[in-house]
């Protein structure tokens, strides 16, 4: 079976790319489970129901966050209705929704993902080591292709997790740092691992935000008002191709499109 995994949608622009391309990647290269980070989908903090909705309209199968998930309040009472869009499991106890998507693909593959968030550099939450061991022993007999999204600011704590669950899960994937990494590779026990996805979003920026912005607070140390780049938007991401026999990977292949591309390259996941 073949995985989609798509990085932090940032904004309208990477929207528009998911709504422009994700139809087509699903049919061109026979995916049978697409996911995406949306937690920055709503002009780039965090996402709104109807938002949520638009998402899964273009054919994603289950949507992912992090520590912006929270930043539209109206979010939460969806959070609580809707298993499809997950928050890090590893918030303390007692926050809304789940961290955790149990469904089957259309061909009938038991399939789970599960959304974790890092502890360096980012907000308070529980450890994600034991949080995953507890989830992945609960799915025991229910899923066996499995999907980890690594929420983390710091490549060696998503490096560290991948090395953690590396034969137990189909693949790790890292999000959060808004810049795609170059060491896709396949682990010694058969899990994929990509350090980060990047961002799914306006390149001509700073991590999607307007390059004046974030000059103006970087120069100045005073507050800035942010707002999402609009110019050279990208779609990035993986395709992972799995042995849903043994739930590991056999391959893992890096993905970004540009949406000023010509027709040679517009809209084709060709190795990068």
């Known amino acids: 079976m073949r995985i989609l995994v798509i990085g932090d949608v940032n904004g309208r622009a990477g929207r528009r790319m998911v709504e422009t391309h994700l139809p087509r990647l699903i049919l061109e290269h026979r995916v049978d489970l697409a996911v995406a980070n949306v937690e920055n989908a709503a002009d780039g903090f965090g996402i709104t129901p109807d938002l949520a909705e638009q998402m899964l309209g273009h054919g994603l199968d289950c949507m992912t966050s992090g520590n912006h998930i929270w930043d539209k309040p109206e979010i939460t009472p969806y959070l609580e209705s809707h298993p499809r869009l997950l928050r890090p499991d590893n918030y303390p106890r007692g926050a809304p929704g789940t961290g955790v ?76 740092t808004h810049v795609p990494t170059a060491d896709e590779r396949l682990l ?85």
């Open 101 to 176: 998507f149990t469904g089957e693909t259309a061909g009938g593959i038991p399939v789970a993902v599960i959304n974790l968030m890092g502890r360096v550099f980012m907000p308070p939450c529980d450890d994600p080591f034991p949080a995953a061991d507890r989830i992945i022993a609960g799915l025991a007999g229910k899923a066996r292709v499995i999907l980890v999204d690594m929420h983390a600011e710091a490549s060696s704590e998503k490096q560290a997790m991948a090395a953690h669950l590396d034969g137990r899960v189909a693949a790790v994937v890292g999000t959060h």
């Open 188 to 272: 010694p026990g058969g899990t994929a691992f990509i350090t980060d996805l990047g961002m799914t979003g306006p390149y001509d920026s700073v991590i999607g935000i307007e390059k004046e912005l974030a000059l103006r607070r970087f120069l100045t140390g005073m507050p800035v008002r942010f707002s999402v780049a609009k110019r050279d938007a990208r779609l990035c991401g993986a395709l992972i191709d799995v042995d849903e026999s043994r739930g590991t990977a056999r391959s893992i292949q890096r993905i970004q499109i540009r949406a000023d591309a010509g027709p040679s390259g517009g809209g084709h996941a060709d190795p990068v």
